[in-house]
């Protein structure tokens, strides 16, 4: 086990970067008293798209001090149809690595699309010889590219008990044939912790704690579902404070994952309302985080 | 790749494929859950893991149905 860690270099803190003016509102403070010492980059939502001044200037910035982390977010990786979407999302990393560099690159467990369908969030995989099998050229695929460590994230959506138990084992079956990292998503625990009634740091147990290299943050949201007789479904969905759970499981966490580069909190740009005081939220929970990664409590 | 990995990736891609098709264009939750009961069972899932509980296959339906669009819209 690691030793809780005792000073801020050891483990890096950081945001996640958003295209919104609003993101750059809300995160301006937090630059502005150098507390953001590592930024992620969603590279594929920006393709084909202009980015701000103050965006590509932070992607520079960040990139020149080997503290910029790529994630994408439409890669899927184990989408076993046979379409041009992975060949042609490879040729856009291999632009993207030309002009940023990227400490290392994630994307997410799970498939995005399938036969005549496009989707922008990923659905769970059942864990068979198939799938992995896909996976793992996939992965191939994207380290070939990428030229610097490749891993995945894990999923919060999940349609059974077994999907939940079964990620973790599944994501060493993906990472290790690449020695890829895991980037072990606080949050989408959460909700899987919530949604199927199993403590955080049970299921947290699950995964190759030696693979994680980067931990994301986040808050998200209850839906109702009436089908589910007024049971609710916890969903990861970027737009609310982060949970007190996240804090208090963290320093646990930290302690598990030896190889832990990067935290990133993670909050998206079009769920910022700046008259509601998000910015402020958003302040509090990243100063929040960064005292929890430096002083080992929450 | 062997012949065996090469049938049950070409079964997983055509799960995949109904299974988004199913929650995308189905409104009648009880019609998803019989659709996925089959697709999960001709995968060779067995037992309850062929029968999501139905807040999770309404939740899915919600996600797919804001996010998933056929590939000659999009």
């Given amino acids: ?59 520079r910035d960040y ?39 990227y400490s290392h690159i994630s994307e997410h467990f799970g498939f995005m699309g399938g036969g005549n369908f496009h989707l922008a969030a990923p659905l769970p995989v059942p864990r068979t010889k198939a799938a992995t099998q896909v996976g793992i050229e996939r992965l191939k695929d994207l380290a070939e590219v990428a030229q610097v460590p490749v891993g995945l994230e894990n999923l919060a959506f999940a349609f059974d008990r077994d999907d939940v138990e079964e990620q973790g084992p599944f994501l060493e079956d993906l990472l290790a044939p690449v020695d890829g990292f895991l980037l072990l998503d606080l949050h989408n625990i959460y909700c899987q912790s919530k949604n199927f009634d199993v403590p955080m740091l049970e299921l947290i147990g699950m995964y190759p704690l030696e693979r994680v290299r980067e931990l994301h943050v986040s808050g998200g949201s209850w839906a109702e579902h009436p089908a589910g007789s007024g049971n609710q479904v916890r969903r990861d969905t970027h737009d ?17 994952c030896p190889r832990l580069h990067a935290i990133i909190l993670e909050r998206l740009g079009n769920t910022i309302d700046l008259s509601q005081g998000d910015d402020e939220q958003i302040q509090a929970d990243y100063r929040r985080l960064r005292t929890a990664v430096i002083h080992g409590w929450s | ?41 001709d995968l060779g899932l067995t037992g309850d893991r062929c029968n999501p509980e139905p807040r999770f296959l309404d939740a899915a339906m919600e996600l797919t149905k804001k996010w998933a669009v056929p590939k000659s819209k999009s």
Avoid at chain 1, 40 to 58: K, N, T, Y
Avoid at chain 1, 76 to 101: C, G, P, Y
Avoid at chain 1, 240 to 256: A, C, N, Q
Avoid at chain 2, 9 to 29: D, F, G, I
């Fill in chain 1, 240 to 256: 609310g404070k982060v949970p007190d759970e996240i804090y208090e499981v963290l320093p646990e966490v930290i302690g598990r």
């Fill in chain 1, 1 to 59: 086990m690691r030793d809780l860690i005792e000073s801020e270099d050891d483990v890096l803190v950081g945001l996640s970067l958003m295209m919104e003016p609003e993101f750059e509102v809300a995160v301006q403070p937090l630059f502005d008293d150098d507390l953001v010492e590592i930024v992620e980059w969603s590279f594929d939502i920006g393709w084909g798209r202009q980015p701000s001044a103050w965006l590509d200037q932070v992607l």
């Fill in chain 2, 1 to 41: 790749m062997e012949l065996s990995v090469q049938t049950d990736r070409e079964k997983m891609a055509k799960y995949q494929a109904e299974l988004l098709r199913v929650l995308h264009e189905e409104t009648n939750l009880s019609v998803v859950q019989q659709e996925v009961l089959k697709l999960r069972k």
């Fill in chain 1, 63 to 101: 990139s020149q001090k080997s503290q910029l982390l790529g994630h994408g977010v439409s890669y899927s990786a184990l989408d076993a149809s046979e379409t041009e979407r992975q060949s042609s999302w490879l040729d856009n990393l291999k632009h993207e690595v030309q002009h940023l560099r």
